[in-house]
T-cell receptor
Framework: NAGVTQTPKFRVLKTGQSMTLLCAQD?????MYWYRQDPGMGLRLIHY???????AKGEVPDGYNVSRLKKQNFLLGLESAAPSQTSVYFC??????????FGPGTRLTVT | EDKVVQSPLSLVVHEGDTVTLNCSYE??????LLWYKQEKKAPTFLFML????IEKKSGRLSSILDKKELFSILNITATQTGDSAIYLC????????????FGKGTKLSVKP
């Protein structure tokens, strides 16, 4: 029972490169979320999903895309990375209206 | 604009002290308030508060919600160095998707 896992743990990209972050959960939660955390800014919601095949924008969606093809996986894509996207990315899952459980995070640096 | 404000932003205490962390909120359609502890990695869940005046307690940590005044406090008694962390307050609000809005956190440092 792994809970919420994220792949990769660390990544360094050059400006303009693309990548996909994977979040996987074995908690059978319907809701999944992607956040970024920056110093002094707290956790900010990028995109979220309320079920397989559905996604919606959060507070800071620009420059990111997501997909939820399977209930247990939520992918976050950066099509053309920018230095402003240097951050720590957290995935979270939840049951309806309940507390969110977070993955271990991915530290991304864009040079 | 929906917002969650935590205070203080940082706090330094000595082992054995008692601390009180504050969280105030202004959101549309409030549902619940959550407290998380974040050490060097992912936030870990502490409490979920939905009703006013009912204290939630876990060991040396306790929390209470005031829905009339729109705030919550997190108390930590007899602090230990292991309590050093960032404490995050978040509010579930809005429709059925249960989105969270986070405060910026309080960084607590407990010195031996």
């Amino acid at each position: 029972n792994a809970g919420v896992t994220q792949t990769p743990k660390f990544r360094v990209l050059k400006t303009g490169q693309s990548m996909t972050l994977l979040c996987a959960q074995d908690m059978n939660h319907e809701y999944m979320y992607w956040y970024r955390q920056d110093p002094g800014m707290g956790l900010r919601l990028i995109h979220y999903s309320v079920g397989e095949g559905t996604t919606a924008k959060g507070e800071v969606p620009d420059g990111y895309n997501v997909s939820r093809l399977k209930k247990q996986n939520f992918l976050l894509g950066l099509e053309s990375a920018a230095p402003s996207q240097t951050s720590v990315y957290f995935c979270a899952t939840a049951d309806t209206g309940r507390e969110q459980y977070f993955g271990p995070g991915t530290r991304l640096t864009v040079t | 604009e929906d917002k969650v404000v935590q205070s203080p932003l940082s706090l330094v205490v000595h082992e054995g002290d008692t601390v009180t962390l504050n969280c105030s909120y202004e959101v549309t359609n409030f549902r619940s308030l959550l407290w998380y502890k974040q050490e060097k990695k992912a936030p870990t869940f502490l409490f979920m508060l939905t009703s006013s005046g009912i204290e939630k307690k876990s060991g040396r940590l306790s929390s209470i919600l005031d829905k009339k005044e729109l705030f919550s406090i997190l108390n930590i008694t007899a602090t230990q160095t292991g309590d050093s962390a960032i404490y995050l307050c978040a509010v579930i609000y809005g429709g059925s998707q249960g989105n969270l809005i986070f405060g910026k956190g309080t960084k607590l440092s407990v010195k031996p």
